[in-house]
């Protein structure tokens, strides 16, 4: 951090913290507050040497989300701002991967969220929830009469990835491949060398010999109603409905991972908020479940920072003056714990009313997936708190270790102890 941010209120009393260290992986809302109120829009290098703009006030973060002047495919990114061989950059790899929502702009990606919408549905995501019901009971009868668990591997893991694979219409007998490439990226954070590349490779292979397949025999799967979805005489090609696929499949699984396990670890360190979700869960509020998860989103959400923008024209952001060409990544996790916007922002307060946080972005890039996820945590936590009521922590909170990167933000493990429940 060896920028000095113009827009920034006044002269920092101390030295700015260091970002991207084990400590801030840990636990990086100190660093954030510091930039919120020192360095609101901050010029750093990331680890993989690139250069970009931090967005970190909720006000600048919401409009920055908004601004059609940040453009979402990479090829505005400004060859200065590249740094050590263009790492870190999206879409400079698999490029036939890269046609999804995340990477493009109007009207491309006006024609597919359009596309995709149609076989998104919220009546698709409500008529899935039995069958994420019956996954969670089922990944927690693995281990209820152990009296322990790790609940990333055993539980935050599973759950989603079986489910997104149910919905997109892979085979039962193709799913533990798909666990298998996906513990790979999530293990080592999506990187394109050694096994992490073999999985990407093999998945996307799949996925386009299965989309092949199920042209001939359409199901009511996901992946068959992209390839039905159409509009004005348009259709999804192979490429796009590949990548779409890969996309919903990958965003998909892993932020649900992050939001069961950062939102259970939350639960298990506030023995109060605890002990109101399991009394919501004994009443069948579910209005005060949804509620908790929102809360849950904005206090450790899954998702640290957005995806990436770049500048299309010089533009200020926050009184600081963005180049064209520039990245610029808003931070999520900062932005939901803005004072100016969240009272007691640092509490975790599960009967919270007034949240409009960000945990899943805002604009025309605001997350596809967002009910299933929403959907699964309420259902994980249920399985979790209401089956096993006496859960806690069976490691200590600094022994515990965060997987690195810069999107998202979810620990490696989650050991846990609980009395065996036999039957």
Not at 38 to 52: I, K
């Amino acid at each position: 951090m060896d920028h000095e941010n113009a827009g920034a209120d006044r002269t920092p009393p101390s030295p700015p913290p260091e970002l991207f260290s084990h400590e801030f992986a840990t636990d990086p809302y100190p660093a954030y507050a510091w930039l919120r109120e020192h360095a609101p829009v901050h010029r750093t290098a990331l680890p993989s040497g690139v250069e970009a703009w931090l967005v970190t006030r909720y006000a600048d973060a919401r409009e920055t989300l908004a601004d059609p002047r940040l453009s979402k495919n990479p090829a505005h990114h400004s060859e200065a701002a590249h740094g050590k061989g263009k790492v870190g950059i999206p879409g400079e790899r698999s490029a036939n991967l890269m046609t999804h929502l995340l990477n493009i702009d109007p009207p491309d990606h006006t024609r597919l969220r359009r596309l995709v919408s149609k076989a998104f549905t919220p009546r698709r995501v409500a008529a899935f929830e039995p069958r994420v019901r019956e996954l969670a009971d089922r990944l927690v009868d693995g281990f209820a009469e152990r009296g322990s668990a790790d609940l990333i591997h055993e539980f935050a893991f599973p759950l989603p990835i079986y489910a997104i694979c149910d919905m997109l219409g892979v085979p039962a007998e193709d799913q533990d491949d798909f666990r298998d490439w996906a513990g790979m990226m999530l293990r080592h954070g999506g990187g394109p060398r050694g096994g992490v590349g073999r999985a990407v490779k093999r998945m996307r292979a799949y996925l386009a010999e299965l989309i092949h397949r199920k042209r001939g025999d359409l199901g009511d799967d996901l992946i068959s109603g992209l390839i039905r979805a159409s509009d004005h005489g348009e259709h999804l090609t192979e490429d796009e409905a590949a990548a779409m696929a890969f996309i919903l499949l990958f965003a998909g699984f892993e932020t649900t991972v992050n939001l069961i396990g950062n939102g259970t670890y939350a639960l298990l360190r506030h023995s109060e908020q605890r002990r109101l979700l399991q009394d919501a869960l004994a009443a069948g509020d579910t209005g005060a479940l949804r509620t908790a998860v929102e809360e849950l989103l904005r206090y450790d959400g899954p998702v640290e920072l957005a995806t990436w923008r770049f500048a299309t024209e010089p533009l200020e952001i926050g009184g600081q003056r963005i180049g064209t060409g520039d990245p610029v990544l808003v931070v999520l996790a900062a932005a939901d714990r803005d004072p100016a916007r969240f009272a007691d922002p640092d509490t975790l307060d599960l009967t919270r009313g007034d949240n409009p946080h960000l945990g899943y972005g805002h604009g025309i890039h605001y997350c596809l997936g967002a009910p299933l996820a929403r959907l699964e945590g309420r259902i994980a936590l249920t399985a979790l708190f209401g089956r096993l009521p006496d859960l806690r922590l069976a490691a200590e909170p600094a022994d515990l270790r965060w997987r690195g990167g810069l999107i998202m933000r979810g620990l490696r493990e989650l050991p846990v102890e609980f009395e065996p429940v036999r039957g």
